[in-house]
């Protein structure tokens, strides 16, 4: 069930219905029957090991509670987090296997329905498991004491809004929410549909349009040359953006309805000055997971500076590695390792580890951002030879600037009426992240007048109308991770 689905629409009006019908005792159990029934809507096999996971993590944080010894304590925790650990190295290494099963799917040899290969990789697998793994170093390190509630516990893992591709949540955030009673907050609400609505338009009519055009180039490598490369890997830049970011906005503005508020996943990250401020910006639960969970006990900073040059690395290494063992995802991460490292090494900190103050140019934008688009190859690239092939020929017959150009304009082979289309909805975008630097965008339309706001959302309801899937919904970029 996807959230850009007319199945999720029908039930997500249902379960809120039910939701404010239900007493506030049995509410966390009504969610938790409505999450597990979302997850298991793509296949029921997922809901075992959703529940296996929740289960293991669960009565192994009491037990790491009741530990006396820091071997006890250790050993708990090596017991649950080995398992899920080793669990997702397999789903990460299995896509060599997975691609040859297809080949002998594709080729007839074997009679295997599409369903049976989707269990092979659980859908948000990743995101609940990093989830859960976090709650377990939690209580490990006395930040939180272990759940006893196991209905409310169950809630915390599964919690459909963002079970398939986060926010990744924290423990200590989100389960007293889901004990305290929530009564209905109108503002609460019309705040989640305008949120839920402004990621369905990133989504619908910015990323799914943007795709068709990256997806027909960089599927086809071999056969472009030259500026369309750079138009494409900028396109794809706001198309990945938009299908994240999009699919964030949708799962806190869902749970907002609940009166859940989720961590905020992204904050305009391509306003950023630097790669390390882009990392800010940029899938915030899971960079911040990263951080305290890979960086910091690594040493992170305070250690000496071949060290935490290598603590970079291996931290981005296995950023790159968590979204795929392919080589493409590994030399991606280990790019934006070696930019944070020269970035540490050109502005480094002084001897109590405190910024240097230094005062930003404008030039630094674009130029994060070119770089940005540079890694962006490497994720994106169908293999490490497709992406040195870009590469190689992304100023091939620069020399020549009309005919650079005007082959770029026939290779993308998009309209001006559709160009444009495109053009004005990526300023709709661009506006509004450079608002969200200074204030909540969305709040401040809701304080204008109603002869103002409301043509707006009216506005932006039927331009998303007008792109909503005719067919079978287009899924989100991060389910595959």
Known sequence: ML???VSFGFFIIVVFILYRCVPHRYRWCFLLAASYL???????????????????????????????????????????ILPLVLILLFYKTADPVIERLDLLIDAGRLHIQPITRRILLPAGISFYFFQSMGYL???????IRAERHFGIYALFVSFFPQLLAGPIGRADSLLPQYRAE?????KDVTYGLKLMTWGYFKKLVIADVLAGIVNDVYDNA???VGLVFIV?????AIEIYCDFSGYSDIAVGCAKLFGIDLMTNFKSPYFSFSIKEFWSR??????????DYVYIPLGGNRVPKWRHCLNLMITFLVSGFWHGSSLTYIVW???????QIAESLLFPKTRHGVSVKRRRHLWQLPVTFLLLCFTWIFFRANSIQDAFWIISRLFWDAARPLNYLQTCITCLGVSRIAMLGICLSIAVLAVYDYVSLKTDAIEALSRQKFFVRWPVYVLFLVVIALFAPKGVATEFIYFQF
């Open 38 to 80: 979302f997850y298991m809507n793509l296949h029921i096999g997922y809901g075992i090991l959703l529940l296996a996971t929740t289960v293991l993590t669960y009565a192994l944080a009491l037990r790491l509670e009741k530990a006396q010894s820091v071997t006890a304590k250790r050993r708990c925790l090596l017991c649950g």
């Open 182 to 186: 929530r009564p209905f907050n109108y």
């Open 232 to 236: 494409v890997t900028i396109l794809f």
């Open 333 to 339: 991460g280990g790019l934006h390792g070696l930019l």
């Open 222 to 224: 071999r056969i472009y």
């Open 3 to 5: 959230f850009n689905s």
């Open 282 to 291: 940029w899938h915030i639960s899971l960079s911040t997971w990263f951080r």
């Open 137 to 143: 170093i939690d209580v490990y390190r006395g930040k």
